[in-house]
């Protein structure tokens, strides 16, 4: 029995741990490190990942220390990521788990920004989420650094643009609904001027990190092939021509 018991400890030790990062990010993120987490894809990863069968730890970082980390330590699992050709060696890609749609908005009342393009926008401030996707995005298309207000967190970035201190925001629609509401505002109040439907990545996936353990790789693709095709992820995910298989773009 003593045997026994060995064996079945050593077998729970040799399981391999993953680390979970993310950002807080409502309405699709919303989670303390360490805790269940909740919100439109959060659920969906944390259905894959209970599926999974794996040990596993959340962290709740701003999106930059989430990157880093998951560029740099092995058996980690980021979500939501978009997926460029710049990040498409760094990661092992799993499947879609959400599609942003990138606005970019003025106030009703500031009808003094004639903006119609990504050409124009650059004669106005923007606030940007430092780091993230559309930062990047802007300054490849131009736009320098005067030109962009780019802070940690995507409320403060939204509170500054409400209160006249940058002329536009890039935003996903859906978390930028969220904010609006949390403060008291409508969407009444502003104006999308344009979408950025030049940009081609906008779904965002799961991925794990380049060093992850082939068993933490099989596990995890498995379990979001699963999930994947469950009534949930129809309801919950939301994807734009969504094709439920892994891997697939």
């Avoid at 309405?27 to 909740?38: F, N, V």
């Avoid at 788990?97 to 650059?122: G, H």
């Avoid at 008291?184 to 990190?209: G, P, R, W």
């Avoid at 082939?214 to 095709?229: D, G, K, L």
């Amino acid at each position: 029995m003593l045997c026994t018991f060995l064996l079945a400890s050593t077998s729970v030790t040799a399981q391999p741990k993953l680390s979970i990062v993310t950002e807080f990010m409502p309405p699709l993120q919303l989670a303390k490190s360490g805790h269940k987490m909740h919100g439109k894809t959060a659920e969906l990863v944390s259905a894959i990942v209970e599926d999974s069968g794996l040990l596993h730890h959340i962290d709740i970082f701003p999106w930059a220390r989430s990157y880093l980390w998951a560029t740099t330590k092995p058996n980690v699992l980021i979500f939501p990521i978009i997926r460029t050709q710049e990040r498409e060696h760094k990661f092992h890609w799993i499947g879609k788990v959400w599609s942003f749609s990138a606005q970019v908005y003025r106030l009703k009342s500031r009808s003094d920004i004639n903006a119609t393009s990504l050409k124009d926008a650059k004669n106005y401030s923007v606030g940007v989420y430092r780091e993230d996707f559309f930062h990047r995005y802007l300054v490849k298309q131009g736009f320098k650094s005067e030109q962009l207000y780019a802070v940690a967190d995507i409320e403060q970035s939204v509170l500054l643009f409400l209160n006249g201190r940058t002329d536009l925001i890039v935003i996903d629609e859906s978390i930028f609904e969220y904010y609006l509401k949390k403060h008291h505002h409508t969407n009444s109040e502003v104006v999308s001027i344009m979408q950025l439907s030049d940009v081609k990545t906008n779904d965002a996936y799961i991925a794990l990190s380049k060093d992850t353990s082939p068993e933490i790789i099989e596990r995890i693709t498995r379990s979001y092939q699963r999930i994947s095709t469950s009534e949930t992820f129809a309801q919950h995910a939301k994807i734009r021509a969504f094709s439920a298989s892994a891997n697939t773009q």
